[in-house]
């Protein structure tokens, strides 16, 4: 049974192996609260997942670690498990879906860890990690359906509350459901009055459903950035929890977890992984009414790829305004593109790419075809490009904002 006794136990045992993570003031993320950042993405392996983890093997008995373990992860909970382990001097066996950024797979290996991907995302992992804990013997370490793991990562919940006592609302990244638990559980137990805000991806809204239904559910699919909280079903244990401690929980999307993810590196010289940013996509968005409070964002993770790192920030800049695509159409004359250049200049925004190429059947048979990229400020600037543009004489053909690549 899941105690407070037990969330400060874990306190105990994780303080050597942990970090007490920075409480940090963010305020610009949403100017209508006074709101902070928890900064699990600081954490030893760049994961929350340490906590529940490590907990959970050192409460295991001697004859369970001589078998080692085995776990099932997108990529945080596997390096976790590999880290706790290793300091338990245990083998670990990690199944991790084939989708999940290698950065977290090679993270998982150096830790120790032997490596299986699977084809699929989590659960499909899940799956594969239950059949080789039967054939092995090893015992098994879920990432979020256990209470020494829930209890691990309630300790972030006393840590909030010693950093700032008088919180009103805490908004928690949600995938199963363990971080969510035990922060809830821990905060709820010592000040019932502040709000817990569950955050999921729109592509991966189980628990959203599960409540709504009032049962745990299983989706069909999921589909997110968020590979860390790509969960298709809640455990039974956190959906029991949830239902008991949590407010709310909402949802945002691929577009605005990656403005979030673009935010904390231009305002907080923070990186997030899309999971770890999900908090800070609800505040920002004002998907959660918290105008006027103290708030807590929970920064889960910062294990993102490099190699979609650009990609994601290029959905950042879509949603944010940042850049745009014009495809105008031009009289085939020399000193077209110097006017349209000097045009998209003279109102502050930079030049990024472009390419000419001669109209299609549709157009003038003297015309060609401009197609522009731009960096701009915001909406209204591209709006301002735009019409200043047609006030010129220029025809636009297409208009879009978009990533730069």
Same mark, same amino acid.
């Given at each position: 049974?899941?105690?407070?006794?037990?969330?400060?136990?874990?306190?105990? !045992?994780?303080?050597?192996?942990?970090?007490?993570? *920075?409480?940090?003031?963010?305020?610009?993320?949403?100017?209508?609260?006074?709101?902070?950042?928890?900064?699990?993405?600081?954490?030893?392996?760049? =994961?929350?997942?340490?906590?529940?983890?490590?907990?959970?093997?050192?409460?295991?008995?001697?004859?369970?670690?001589?078998?080692? !373990? #085995?776990?099932?992860?997108?990529?945080?909970?596997?390096? %976790?498990?590999?880290?706790?382990?290793?300091?338990?001097?245990?083998?670990?066996?990690?199944? /991790?879906?084939?989708?999940?950024?290698?950065?977290?797979?090679?993270?998982?290996?150096?830790?120790?860890?032997?490596?299986?991907?699977?084809?699929?995302?989590?659960?499909? @992992?899940?799956?594969?990690?239950?059949?080789?804990?039967?054939? =092995?013997?090893?015992?098994? &370490?879920?990432?979020?359906? *256990?209470?020494? $793991?829930?209890?691990?990562?309630?300790?972030?919940?006393?840590?909030?509350?010693?950093?700032?006592?008088?919180?009103?609302? $805490?908004?928690? +990244?949600?995938?199963?459901?363990?971080?969510?638990?035990?922060?809830?559980?821990?905060?709820?137990?010592?000040?019932?009055?502040?709000?817990?805000?569950?955050?999921?991806?729109? %592509?991966?809204?189980?628990?959203?459903? =599960?409540?709504?239904?009032?049962?745990?559910?299983?989706?069909?699919?999921?589909?997110?950035?968020?590979?860390?909280?790509? !969960?298709?079903? +809640?455990?039974?244990?956190?959906?029991?929890?949830?239902?008991?401690?949590?407010?709310?929980?909402?949802?945002?999307?691929?577009?605005?977890? =990656?403005?979030? /993810?673009?935010?904390? /590196?231009?305002?907080?010289?923070?990186?997030?992984?899309?999971?770890?940013?999900?908090?800070?996509?609800?505040?920002?968005?004002?998907?959660?009414?918290?105008?006027?409070?103290?708030?807590?964002?929970?920064?889960?993770?910062?294990?993102?790829?490099?190699?979609?790192?650009?990609? !994601?920030?290029?959905?950042?800049?879509?949603?944010?305004?940042?850049?745009?695509?014009?495809?105008?159409?031009?009289?085939?004359?020399?000193?077209?593109?110097?006017? $349209?250049?000097? &045009?998209?200049?003279?109102?502050? @925004?930079?030049?990024?790419?472009?390419?000419?190429?001669?109209?299609?059947?549709?157009?003038?048979?003297?015309?060609?075809?401009?197609? &522009?990229?731009?960096?701009?400020?915001?909406?209204?600037?591209?709006?301002?490009?735009?019409?200043?543009?047609?006030?010129?004489?220029?025809?636009?053909?297409?208009?879009?904002?978009? %990533? #730069?690549?």
């Amino acid at each position: 049974m899941l105690t407070l006794d037990k969330v400060y136990h874990a306190a105990y !045992v994780l303080k050597n192996v942990i970090r007490t993570t *920075d409480l940090i003031a963010a305020p610009n993320i949403n100017p209508d609260c006074e709101l902070y950042l928890k900064t699990e993405n600081l954490q030893v392996t760049g =994961s929350f997942k340490v906590r529940g983890a490590y907990y959970k093997i050192s409460q295991l008995s001697e004859e369970e670690k001589s078998r080692g !373990v #085995i776990a099932c992860s997108a990529g945080n909970h596997a390096q %976790g498990v590999a880290l706790a382990a290793a300091k338990n001097g245990i083998q670990s066996m990690i199944c /991790i879906p084939d989708g999940a950024p290698i950065s977290k797979v090679e993270a998982t290996k150096r830790y120790g860890a032997q490596v299986t991907l699977v084809q699929g995302v989590y659960d499909d @992992a899940y799956n594969k990690a239950v059949e080789m804990q039967e054939k =092995s013997g090893a015992t098994f &370490i879920h990432p979020f359906n *256990d209470e020494n $793991v829930i209890a691990g990562q309630g300790t972030i919940g006393l840590e909030i509350l010693n950093q700032l006592p008088d919180v009103d609302a $805490v908004i928690v +990244p949600v995938g199963g459901g363990g971080l969510i638990s035990g922060v809830a559980f821990a905060i709820k137990s010592l000040n019932p009055n502040c709000k817990i805000y569950g955050v999921q991806a729109s %592509g991966a809204p189980s628990m959203v459903q =599960s409540l709504e239904h009032h049962k745990a559910e299983c989706l069909a699919g999921v589909s997110t950035i968020a590979d860390g909280i790509a !969960v298709k079903e +809640p455990g039974n244990l956190t959906f029991e929890t949830c239902c008991k401690y949590v407010d709310e929980v909402v949802t945002v999307t691929d577009d605005e977890i =990656s403005t979030a /993810i673009l935010a904390l /590196i231009e305002q907080q010289k923070l990186i997030a992984e899309g999971a770890g940013a999900v908090s800070v996509a609800a505040a920002m968005f004002n998907k959660i009414d918290i105008k006027g409070k103290k708030v807590v964002c929970l920064v889960s993770g910062g294990n993102i790829d490099v190699t979609i790192l650009s990609r !994601v920030i290029n959905r950042g800049l879509l949603k944010a305004g940042r850049s745009a695509d014009f495809t105008i159409e031009l009289p085939d004359k020399p000193g077209q593109l110097q006017k $349209v250049s000097t &045009i998209i200049a003279g109102l502050g @925004a930079n030049v990024v790419a472009v390419h000419h190429d001669h109209a299609g059947e549709d157009a003038d048979i003297t015309a060609c075809y401009l197609r &522009i990229s731009v960096e701009t400020k915001d909406h209204h600037h591209v709006e301002t490009i735009k019409r200043e543009l047609e006030k010129q004489g220029f025809r636009i053909l297409e208009h879009k904002q978009t %990533g #730069i690549c």
